[in-house]
């Protein structure tokens, strides 16, 4: 195999790469909290799209919990997406580590 047949093939990976990567930042995923207090959308790029609190959690005595509460949950769909989102990589490129290279 050539040198231009190897970059040839690169370039290629990395088109594909990023194809994939811009349909996963655009994909929705659902936001469900415990009991479904807190439920919404949020994007593969991470961007809250929708975001909703149960009524019943607006009272002042449960302000500390509603946030505990919010930052768990975004921080749980945080980590599923990044992990969906390599995960979602990994079958592109076979599992190598095109990084350095996009």
Do not use: C, Y
């Not at 655009?26 to 149960?54: A, P, Y």
């Not at 019943?56 to 930052?71: A, G, I, K, R, S």
């Amino acid at each position: 195999m050539n040198f231009a047949n190897l970059v040839q093939q690169a370039q290629q990976m990395q088109r594909k790469v990023n194809k994939i990567k811009k349909e996963f930042d655009e994909r929705e995923f659902d936001i469900v909290s415990q009991n479904n207090i807190i439920t919404g959308k949020m994007k593969g790029n991470l961007s809250i799209i929708e975001l909703h609190i149960d009524q019943t959690m607006f009272n002042t005595d449960n302000q500390e919990d509603v946030e505990d509460l919010l930052m768990v949950t975004i921080n749980q769909m945080i980590d599923k997406i990044n992990k969906e989102r390599e995960d979602t990589l990994n079958k592109v490129t076979n599992g190598v580590d095109v990084s350095a290279f996009i």
